[in-house]
């Protein structure tokens, strides 16, 4: 299985709402990444986990909330969005962390997130 | 700071061309580059990793080489379809300080029939 999965696909929410994202990965991967995009920019990131451990936050604001149950899984909590926060959110894995000569990354196919 | 370059930013060829992208990089102190390919709306594919002490990669019609000492990396598309059509970007893996990857702003290939 070499396939990160990310759900939901879309996803519209209210400036007041509160929503999760969700992103798994079963290849044993033990560095996992969120990502936003916005239309024609190459990704932009937001938080590394390495480990099961926070280890880069790119000063996301705080109404981005990530997390990591176990080593398989990320959730990505959301409340009191910005209609800017609109945006294509990836998840992406490698099986070892930020750092090392081989780093592959391997990315889902997304959630396109609309604030309302 | 590390910056990555892809120049053209689209290219529109016929079916059956072979090609090559390229891509740029300010800084040769790399672990690696990556290349990946985004359909739009989609998340992003890996297509070839190289690391830093290699000099090029191979899978199937695609080939990835990697300058470090002049900053460049092609990636050479053979015999290219309409199904190649997509954005391709690529990305070093800088040593030192943030090890974040770092993007180039992608090129948009569209390949005719």
């Known amino acids: 299985d070499t396939e990160v999965t990310q759900t939901p696909k879309h996803l519209v929410m209210g400036m007041t709402n509160k929503k999760s994202l969700k992103c798994e990965q079963h290849?044993?991967?033990?560095?996992m990444y969120w990502y936003k995009q916005k239309a024609k920019k190459p990704p932009e990131l937001m938080f590394v986990?390495?480990?099961?451990?926070?280890?880069i936050n790119e000063s996301v604001p705080s109404r981005f909330s990530p997390e990591c149950p176990n080593s398989s899984l990320l959730n990505l909590h959301l409340h009191a969005l910005q209609p800017e926060d609109s945006a294509l959110y990836l998840c992406a894995s490698s099986s070892s962390p930020p750092g090392a000569a081989y780093n592959e990354q391997f990315f889902g196919p997304g959630t396109r997130l609309t604030v309302l | 700071k590390q910056e990555v370059t892809q120049i053209p930013a689209a290219l529109s060829v016929p079916e059956g061309e072979n090609l090559v992208l390229n891509c740029s990089f300010t800084d040769s102190a790399i672990y690696n580059l990556q290349w990946f390919r985004q359909d739009p709306g989609k998340g992003l594919t890996s297509l070839l990793l190289?690391?830093?002490?290699?000099r090029e990669q191979t899978s199937g019609r695609l080939n990835a080489s990697l300058d470090k000492s002049s900053g460049r990396s092609t990636l050479y598309i053979a015999a290219s379809q309409p199904g190649d059509s997509a954005t391709y970007l690529c990305a070093v893996a800088p040593q030192g300080g943030s090890e974040k990857l770092v993007f180039g702003k992608g090129m948009k290939l569209t390949v005719n029939p």
């Open positions: 190289i690391q830093s002490s290699q």
């Open positions: 986990y390495s480990y099961e451990k926070l280890s």
């Open positions: 290849m044993g991967h033990r560095a």
